[in-house]
Protein backbone atom coordinates (compact mmCIF):
# COMPACT_ATOMS: atom_id res chain seq x y z
CA UNK A 1 0.00 0.00 0.00
CA UNK A 2 1.21 3.52 -0.62
CA UNK A 3 2.24 5.61 2.14
CA UNK A 4 1.67 9.12 0.70
CA UNK A 5 -2.32 8.62 0.77
CA UNK A 6 -2.09 7.65 4.41
CA UNK A 7 0.10 10.67 5.10
CA UNK A 8 -2.47 13.03 3.56
CA UNK A 9 -4.70 11.37 4.97
CA UNK A 10 -3.40 11.95 8.93
CA UNK A 11 -2.83 15.45 7.72
CA UNK A 12 -6.34 16.06 6.48
CA UNK A 13 -7.49 14.42 10.12
CA UNK A 14 -5.27 16.63 11.56
CA UNK A 15 -6.83 19.90 9.85
CA UNK A 16 -10.45 18.96 10.85
CA UNK A 17 -9.74 18.22 14.19
CA UNK A 18 -7.54 21.54 15.24
CA UNK A 19 -9.44 23.67 12.92
CA UNK A 20 -10.73 26.71 14.36
CA UNK A 21 -13.80 29.50 13.70
CA UNK A 22 -13.35 33.28 14.74
CA UNK A 23 -15.62 35.68 15.13
CA UNK A 24 -14.58 39.24 15.58
CA UNK A 25 -17.21 42.04 17.19
CA UNK A 26 -17.07 45.76 17.93
CA UNK A 27 -18.28 47.25 20.81
CA UNK A 28 -19.18 50.43 21.32
CA UNK A 29 -20.94 53.01 24.48
CA UNK A 30 -22.57 56.11 23.36
CA UNK A 31 -21.56 56.01 19.90
CA UNK A 32 -18.08 55.35 20.67
CA UNK A 33 -15.42 51.92 20.18
CA UNK A 34 -14.61 51.18 23.61
CA UNK A 35 -13.87 47.51 23.51
CA UNK A 36 -13.45 44.32 20.94
CA UNK A 37 -14.37 41.15 21.57
CA UNK A 38 -12.94 37.89 20.00
CA UNK A 39 -15.07 34.70 19.80
CA UNK A 40 -12.86 31.47 19.03
CA UNK A 41 -14.47 27.93 18.22
CA UNK A 42 -11.68 25.38 18.06
CA UNK A 43 -12.04 21.20 18.31
CA UNK A 44 -9.21 20.17 20.22
CA UNK A 45 -9.92 16.13 20.02
CA UNK A 46 -13.13 14.27 19.29
CA UNK A 47 -14.57 14.89 22.47
CA UNK A 48 -13.56 18.11 23.57
CA UNK A 49 -14.14 21.57 21.89
CA UNK A 50 -13.15 24.63 23.23
CA UNK A 51 -15.22 28.12 23.32
CA UNK A 52 -12.75 31.16 24.16
CA UNK A 53 -13.72 34.76 24.45
CA UNK A 54 -11.55 37.44 24.82
CA UNK A 55 -12.70 40.48 25.64
CA UNK A 56 -10.65 44.04 25.52
CA UNK A 57 -10.76 47.50 25.94
CA UNK A 58 -9.45 49.84 23.02
CA UNK A 59 -8.14 53.41 22.11
CA UNK A 60 -9.02 55.98 25.11
CA UNK A 61 -10.74 53.45 26.93
CA UNK A 62 -7.92 51.18 27.24
CA UNK A 63 -6.34 54.33 29.60
CA UNK A 64 -9.68 54.88 31.54
CA UNK A 65 -10.56 51.31 32.95
CA UNK A 66 -8.35 48.83 30.81
CA UNK A 67 -9.91 45.05 30.29
CA UNK A 68 -7.86 42.32 29.18
CA UNK A 69 -10.21 39.23 29.78
CA UNK A 70 -9.82 35.88 28.62
CA UNK A 71 -13.20 33.04 29.46
CA UNK A 72 -12.29 29.34 28.16
CA UNK A 73 -15.35 27.01 27.97
CA UNK A 74 -14.90 22.99 27.39
CA UNK A 75 -17.63 21.19 26.17
CA UNK A 76 -18.58 18.15 24.11
CA UNK A 77 -18.90 18.25 20.40
CA UNK A 78 -22.67 18.58 20.51
CA UNK A 79 -22.45 21.71 23.07
CA UNK A 80 -25.04 20.45 25.24
CA UNK A 81 -23.23 21.10 28.60
CA UNK A 82 -19.88 22.15 29.41
CA UNK A 83 -17.14 20.16 31.71
CA UNK A 84 -15.09 22.86 33.01
CA UNK A 85 -14.42 26.67 32.50
CA UNK A 86 -11.64 29.12 33.81
CA UNK A 87 -11.26 32.97 33.02
CA UNK A 88 -8.19 34.92 33.42
CA UNK A 89 -9.11 38.43 33.31
CA UNK A 90 -7.11 41.79 33.92
CA UNK A 91 -9.28 45.02 35.29
CA UNK A 92 -7.35 47.94 35.52
CA UNK A 93 -4.97 46.87 38.27
CA UNK A 94 -6.67 43.60 39.03
CA UNK A 95 -5.66 40.42 38.11
CA UNK A 96 -8.03 37.54 38.96
CA UNK A 97 -7.91 33.44 37.72
CA UNK A 98 -10.34 31.84 38.22
CA UNK A 99 -11.85 28.06 37.51
CA UNK A 100 -15.04 25.51 37.70
CA UNK A 101 -15.10 21.95 36.95
CA UNK A 102 -18.17 19.88 36.82
CA UNK A 103 -18.03 16.33 37.88
CA UNK A 104 -20.28 13.71 40.32
CA UNK A 105 -23.27 15.99 39.90
CA UNK A 106 -21.31 18.60 41.26
CA UNK A 107 -20.10 22.18 40.59
CA UNK A 108 -16.44 22.38 42.15
CA UNK A 109 -14.56 25.43 42.19
CA UNK A 110 -11.29 27.01 42.53
CA UNK A 111 -12.11 28.94 45.74
CA UNK A 112 -12.60 25.05 47.12
CA UNK A 113 -16.78 25.31 47.38
CA UNK A 114 -18.87 22.90 45.86
CA UNK A 115 -22.60 23.09 45.09
CA UNK A 116 -24.88 20.17 44.00
CA UNK A 117 -26.52 20.18 40.52
CA UNK A 118 -29.73 18.17 39.02
CA UNK A 119 -28.45 19.11 35.84
CA UNK A 120 -25.94 20.09 33.12
CA UNK A 121 -24.61 23.46 33.38
CA UNK A 122 -23.47 26.32 30.68
CA UNK A 123 -22.20 29.31 31.49
CA UNK A 124 -24.00 32.43 29.85
CA UNK A 125 -21.00 33.13 27.28
CA UNK A 126 -21.00 29.44 26.23
CA UNK A 127 -24.85 29.09 25.76
CA UNK A 128 -24.91 31.95 23.12
CA UNK A 129 -22.52 29.26 21.17
CA UNK A 130 -24.88 26.40 22.04
CA UNK A 131 -27.55 28.26 20.39
CA UNK A 132 -25.75 28.87 16.94
CA UNK A 133 -25.47 25.39 16.42
CA UNK A 134 -28.98 24.44 17.43
CA UNK A 135 -31.06 26.82 15.60
CA UNK A 136 -33.79 25.22 15.96
CA UNK A 137 -34.36 25.66 19.59
CA UNK A 138 -33.71 29.80 19.22
CA UNK A 139 -37.15 30.25 19.68
CA UNK A 140 -39.68 31.64 22.53
CA UNK A 141 -40.52 29.48 25.62
CA UNK A 142 -37.45 27.04 24.41
CA UNK A 143 -36.94 24.99 27.83
CA UNK A 144 -33.20 24.98 27.58
CA UNK A 145 -32.06 21.18 29.10
CA UNK A 146 -29.54 22.43 31.25
CA UNK A 147 -28.69 25.34 33.69
CA UNK A 148 -26.18 28.36 34.37
CA UNK A 149 -23.50 28.41 36.15
CA UNK A 150 -21.84 31.76 37.58
CA UNK A 151 -19.05 32.09 39.68
CA UNK A 152 -21.08 30.28 42.84
CA UNK A 153 -24.68 31.10 41.29
CA UNK A 154 -27.08 29.05 39.60
CA UNK A 155 -29.62 30.82 37.06
CA UNK A 156 -32.59 29.43 34.95
CA UNK A 157 -32.44 31.07 31.43
CA UNK A 158 -35.35 32.27 29.57
CA UNK A 159 -35.16 33.71 25.64
CA UNK A 160 -37.91 35.64 24.21
CA UNK A 161 -37.41 35.58 20.33
CA UNK A 162 -38.62 38.07 18.13
CA UNK A 163 -37.69 37.73 14.26
CA UNK A 164 -36.11 41.00 12.07
CA UNK A 165 -37.21 39.99 8.61
CA UNK A 166 -35.40 43.37 7.43
CA UNK A 167 -32.20 42.43 8.86
CA UNK A 168 -32.88 38.87 8.67
CA UNK A 169 -32.13 37.59 11.72
CA UNK A 170 -33.94 36.40 15.38
CA UNK A 171 -33.55 38.85 17.53
CA UNK A 172 -33.42 36.94 20.82
CA UNK A 173 -33.94 38.66 24.74
CA UNK A 174 -32.20 36.63 27.78
CA UNK A 175 -33.61 36.24 31.62
CA UNK A 176 -31.87 34.65 33.83
CA UNK A 177 -33.95 33.82 37.33
CA UNK A 178 -31.60 32.93 40.26
CA UNK A 179 -32.39 29.16 41.69
CA UNK A 180 -29.47 28.68 44.38
CA UNK A 181 -26.39 29.27 45.30
CA UNK A 182 -24.40 32.27 45.92
CA UNK A 183 -21.62 34.61 44.61
CA UNK A 184 -17.99 33.58 45.36
CA UNK A 185 -16.20 36.29 43.75
CA UNK A 186 -16.43 40.46 44.08
CA UNK A 187 -18.34 41.61 40.99
CA UNK A 188 -14.99 42.66 39.89
CA UNK A 189 -15.20 41.58 36.26
CA UNK A 190 -17.35 44.06 34.47
CA UNK A 191 -18.05 42.02 31.15
CA UNK A 192 -19.08 39.18 33.64
CA UNK A 193 -21.04 41.09 35.33
CA UNK A 194 -22.89 42.44 31.93
CA UNK A 195 -23.65 39.93 29.74
CA UNK A 196 -24.92 37.39 32.91
CA UNK A 197 -25.54 39.25 36.10
CA UNK A 198 -26.50 42.47 34.91
CA UNK A 199 -30.02 44.04 34.95
CA UNK A 200 -31.46 45.42 32.17
CA UNK A 201 -32.40 44.28 28.68
CA UNK A 202 -30.02 41.94 27.14
CA UNK A 203 -30.77 41.05 23.31
CA UNK A 204 -28.16 39.10 20.98
CA UNK A 205 -29.15 38.75 17.23
CA UNK A 206 -28.70 35.54 15.20
CA UNK A 207 -28.68 35.61 11.24
CA UNK A 208 -31.00 33.40 9.18
CA UNK A 209 -27.95 33.04 6.93
CA UNK A 210 -25.47 31.15 9.42
CA UNK A 211 -27.09 31.16 12.62
CA UNK A 212 -23.92 33.13 13.86
CA UNK A 213 -24.65 36.29 16.49
CA UNK A 214 -24.66 39.64 14.36
CA UNK A 215 -24.89 42.44 16.88
CA UNK A 216 -25.84 42.98 20.63
CA UNK A 217 -27.56 45.22 22.69
CA UNK A 218 -26.95 45.99 26.55
CA UNK A 219 -28.83 48.09 29.16
CA UNK A 220 -26.30 48.96 31.96
CA UNK A 221 -28.78 51.63 33.38
CA UNK A 222 -28.88 55.47 33.97
CA UNK A 223 -29.70 55.49 30.10
CA UNK A 224 -25.89 53.67 29.00
CA UNK A 225 -26.15 51.28 26.10
CA UNK A 226 -23.43 48.74 25.01
CA UNK A 227 -23.64 47.69 21.51
CA UNK A 228 -22.30 44.83 19.97
CA UNK A 229 -21.37 44.41 15.83
CA UNK A 230 -20.08 41.75 14.03
CA UNK A 231 -16.71 42.88 12.06
CA UNK A 232 -16.30 40.87 8.94
CA UNK A 233 -12.10 40.33 8.60
Known amino acids: MKKTPIILLLFLIAGILGASDTLFYKITLLGMHCASVEVIENQIDQDVTEITYHAFTVGGFDKIY ?12 SLSHIDSLKKDITNRNMKQLYREDIYNNEIHYSTSHTLKISKPVHHVLSSLIYLQHHPENIRTGYEFPYLITDEGDLYKHEIRVEKNENKMQDEVYFKTTHLKGEELLEPTDVFNWMICAGKGN ?32
Not at 69 to 75: A, G, H, K, R, S
Open 66 to 77: KIDNWYYYYTDP
Open 202 to 233: KMLAYSHHDHTITEGAFSLGWGLHLKAKRVYK
